[in-house]
């Protein structure tokens, strides 16, 4: 099998920063996620998961660290999650999840919550600077 | 040519802290630009960051709604008019749009607004979780996604209006209420005042107003927005109109009386009447610099245009016959610049003095 090609975004005022590296390890989607067209922006990274759900790492750790999303995004996430869980289900490899949301933020804290209990995976919830 | 723009508009924002008013063409670039002026007004209360993040989410939901159920191609001359309005109200923040759509959309439209305002908290948390788990995506890609959040944000039903035009297009009103109290239970805004503003500011023109606190951190991002919207004119006009928005602005600032907590309140709006650009700025003033003011700009109109680039090089030169008119320079230039002079005028609300001059190029 080919090498898994890499998906790297540079962050802009309505996208995210995203990194999806198999051979590094890393998987992150962070800054502001404002776009009109979420399909555009996640289509490709669903995909990409979709190839590597076929041989995935023995360790896949997922971290979402947003300040702004639109419901759009929301709903992206929740499909992203969902691949995950798959992978999990179905590889038996190591699969985990963490969100970060700032202090006093109440509603990202609030999605987070939601999403995990309606995928049904374990996300680890994290407030930014804490340990 | 008495121009009263802004008077009028004062007397419907007269009791906000803050309003931005954008009609006009939307796409995603006028997003950006009215989240960067209203966050550089925002950032100067005391709101806190959970309170502006969802207040950023609401702002952008609302805007991609007018895209999303919007008329679909969206011609340039079927979405003048459309209009975005955030509004600080006795202590609520309003969030209010108005965009054409077509009629055979109006009724599933108005289903899932009703379906969404009728749910307990619970049945909505509900929903919401179903349609995250739910494969399926509606044609318009939000599902009412988009209106649960709204709704489980604000904690408040959404208000909505549908007023038919013709058979196949009707103006879709659209408003959110975000209080600082929760507990508060005075009677929200109602979307007439929308409608209100909306008309005023097509009759005269407007496409962009915006009442608020106007120390320098606020005016560079409603440069860039204007600078946006006269991208298709010659050089020339640029720069002219661009220097006598920096001036009008600054000039507001600059002679606004300040409030107790030091804010430097006025209203500022542009537009383009048919024939002119046209901006309108007006602040609160003590009474004598009232009169002071429009005593100077009476003798700058009554100049000629020799008698204005003299005047202009003297005070360069000398500095100011009249120290409390600061430099001075700013409105010798607009003066100059101005198709028929300056239009200056005061209006009095109780105590209180509002002066608006208004320039057109």
């Known amino acids: 099998m080919d090498t898994l090609r890499k998906i790297y975004r540079a962050k802009s005022d309505f996208y995210p920063r995203m990194v999806f590296d198999k051979e590094e390890g890393v998987f992150l989607i962070e800054g502001r ?32 660290n947003l300040e702004y999303y639109n419901s759009a995004s929301l709903r992206k996430f929740a499909d ?16 985990s999840a963490t969100w970060y949301y700032e202090d006093g933020d109440e509603s990202s804290l609030e999605n987070a919550e939601d999403l995990a209990s309606s995928i049904g995976i374990a996300l680890e919830i994290k407030m930014i600077g804490e340990a | 040519m008495s121009d009263n723009t802004n008077s009028i508009l004062y007397s419907e924002l007269w009791a906000d802290d803050l309003s931005f008013v954008y009609l006009g063409k939307f796409d995603n670039s006028v997003l950006g630009f009215a989240t960067e002026i209203l966050k550089g007004h925002i950032s100067q209360t005391v709101e806190s960051e959970g309170k502006k993040n969802k207040l950023s989410f609401l702002m952008i939901e609302s805007f991609q709604n007018i895209l999303r ?29 108005g965009n054409y759509v077509e009629n055979v959309n109006i009724a599933p439209m108005r289903e899932k607004l009703e379906r969404v305002n009728s749910l307990s908290p619970e049945d909505l948390k509900k929903l919401f979780m179903m349609t995250l788990q739910n494969k399926k995506i509606s044609k318009q ?29 009707s103006f879709f009103y659209f408003q959110l209420r975000l209080k600082d109290n929760p507990e508060d239970d005075s009677p929200a805004l109602p979307i007439s005042s929308a409608k209100n503003i909306k008309k005023m500011m097509e009759q005269n023109g407007r496409f962009i107003a915006l009442k608020g606190d106007f120390r320098q951190s606020a005016i560079n991002p409603i440069l860039s927005m204007a600078e946006n919207n006269i991208s298709e004119e010659s050089l ?41 650009f046209v901006v309108s700025a007006s602040n609160g003033i003590e009474p004598d610099s009232a009169q002071r003011l429009l005593e100077y700009v009476g ?28 430099s001075g320079l700013g409105l010798i230039d607009v003066a100059r610049d101005s198709i028929g002079g300056i239009d200056c005028a005061v209006d009095s609300y109780g105590e209180v003095r509002i002066l608006s001059m208004t320039a057109k190029l």
């Open chain 2, 141 to 169: 890609g939000g599902a009412g996604l988009g209106f649960m959040e709204m709704v489980r944000k604000t904690k408040e039903k959404l208000d909505f209006d549908f007023v038919e035009l013709d058979d196949e297009r």
């Open chain 2, 236 to 276: 020339r006009t640029q720069r002219s109109l661009y220097h006598i928005l920096v001036e009008m602005l600054q000039n507001i600032a600059r002679h606004a009386a300040q409030t107790d907590d030091g804010r430097r309140e006025g209203l500022f709006s542009m537009g383009y009447d048919g024939n002119a």
């Open chain 2, 299 to 326: 003798k700058l109109n009554s100049m000629t245009r020799e008698q204005l680039d003299d005047y202009y090089k003297r005070v360069l030169r000398e500095g100011h016959d009249d120290a409390t008119i600061s």
């Open chain 1, 80 to 95: 992203i999650l969902k691949k995950l869980k798959q992978i999990s289900d179905h590889s038996g490899t190591n699969v």
């Open chain 2, 69 to 97: 159920y919007g008329l679909a191609g969206r011609a340039a001359e079927m979405t003048s008019g459309e209009v975005f309005i955030v509004r600080k109200h006795k202590g609520s923040y309003y969030i209010t749009t």
């Open chain 1, 33 to 64: 996620s404002l776009p009109e067209d979420s399909e555009a922006v996640y289509g490709p990274v669903l995909e990409w998961f979709d190839e590597y759900s076929m041989q995935p790492n023995s360790e896949t750790k997922m971290v979402f």
